[in-house]
């Protein structure tokens, strides 16, 4: 019983890093955006990388694996329902985070240079700005949608 509440706490623990820090890291990259000063929206987004390097990476690796320890050890099986779906919506939340990693990257980077050239931002800037807004709605929603699952089970058949 110890085992299953430490692999319960570790988990949630994930879950509440990924959805927290997602939701700073968006929080604080549009009031910088909403600045247009380059220099602030080089440090914020250099801040916003490593932040997602240290905790976002880390906690999105762990989490299917405390998922897997938590499965074997209650006795569920990957193709319940709720978990499988789950799983599902893990990989779409994937799938739009981390072309937005390197959209940080890229965001850094031009902010950086604009900065340094004490220039505007560039159109290229702005255009990966809208991806990365974009990004966030679909990763966020099906976010909410796991923890949903996680937290009441529900009977779903999927297959």
Request: charged share 10%.
């Amino acid at each position: 019983m110890m085992l299953e509440q430490l692999l319960l706490l570790a988990h949630v623990i994930g879950a509440t890093v990924l959805f927290g820090t997602g939701a700073g890291i968006a929080f604080f990259m549009v009031l910088a955006h909403g600045t247009r000063d380059p220099k602030l929206i080089a440090h914020v987004a250099g801040t916003v990388v490593i932040a997602d390097t240290l905790f976002t990476a880390t906690a999105a690796l762990l989490q299917p694996v405390t998922g897997y320890l938590l499965v074997r050890l209650v006795g569920w099986e990957l193709t319940d329902g709720w978990i499988s779906l789950s799983l599902l919506l893990y990989v779409f939340t994937g799938l739009f985070w981390l072309p937005v990693v390197g959209i940080q990257i890229r965001m850094r980077n031009l902010a950086r240079a604009a900065a340094a050239a004490r220039a505007e931002l560039p159109a290229a800037y702005f255009r990966l700005y809208r991806i990365w807004f974009a990004f966030g709605f679909p990763a966020f929603f099906a976010v909410i949608g796991i923890l949903w699952l996680m937290l009441n089970k529900p009977t779903i058949t999927l297959f």
